[in-house]
């Protein structure tokens, strides 16, 4: 089956540097969707990208929809506090009419943000 | 709107006995999913559904069974809990156009 590899497993970083992750498929995805998992809460949804080729942004974040449309990246700028958690990347390989919708999860990133 | 609600928490079983995980949306979503998350994992797909009356398997369902009666709610039963279904269950929704999902907090249960 599908195959999504994120990376890196985890990150330890200052406070103010930029962080980056991506992830890769073994198969084309139409969409790519980006998570934030808060300890003890569910996944949040960053950012929905739906086009290859398409970077797209909301606040610090900024995630691109790889040309291939195998892979998809997440840039965290100026890194605070708040950012701490696990960041998931999901792939849909149907249309978005899709009758079922599912998604292939990453594992997940782990960031942890120190002062 | 509160979104995706799910019930309870927390759940401590023994083995072999049976529960059911409630979930609830007030979206209007045709779209229900359930997923378990295991330590250092991603969420595995675990049932879904497209609407009131209609599930399917997903990628990890035995053990597990779902009905669809409304369009709000997707409640997941657990028959007989065994150790391996220790894990952290979540529910998530989608409308009918669109990939995003949302979830619901979490119910974390312990088998012993």
């Known amino acids: 089956g599908q195959q999504l590899n994120q990376s890196p497993q985890s990150m330890f970083i200052q406070e103010g540097e930029d962080v980056s992750m991506n992830c890769t498929s073994s198969s084309i995805f139409n969409t790519w969707l980006w998570y934030k998992q808060d300890p003890g809460e569910g996944p949040v949804l960053l950012i929905a990208l739906y086009k290859a080729g398409e970077l797209t942004s909301n606040g610090r974040l900024t995630a691109q929809f790889g040309i291939t449309r195998k892979d998809s990246f997440l840039n965290i700028s100026a890194s605070i506090p708040s950012d701490v958690g696990i960041y998931f990347c999901?792939?849909?390989?149907?249309?978005?009419?899709?009758?079922?919708?599912?998604?292939?999860f990453g594992a997940g990133t782990q960031v942890v943000v120190t002062p | 709107n509160a979104g995706v609600t799910q019930t309870p928490k927390f759940r401590i079983l023994k083995i072999g006995q049976s529960m059911t995980l409630q979930c609830t949306q007030d979206m209007n979503h045709n779209y229900m999913y359930w997923y378990r998350q295991d330590p250092g994992m991603g969420l595995k797909l675990i049932y879904y559904s497209v609407g009131a009356g209609i599930t399917d398997k997903g990628e990890v369902p035995n053990g597990y069974n779902v009905s669809r009666s409304t369009t709000e709610d997707f409640p997941l039963r657990l028959e007989l809990a065994a150790p391996s279904q220790t894990s952290v269950y979540f529910c998530?929704?989608?409308?009918?156009?669109?990939?995003?999902?949302?979830f619901g907090p979490g119910t974390r249960l312990t088998v012993t």
């Open positions: 998530a929704s989608r409308p009918p156009v669109g990939g995003e999902q949302y």
């Open positions: 999901a792939g849909h390989n149907g249309t978005t009419t899709d009758s079922w919708g599912k998604l292939q």
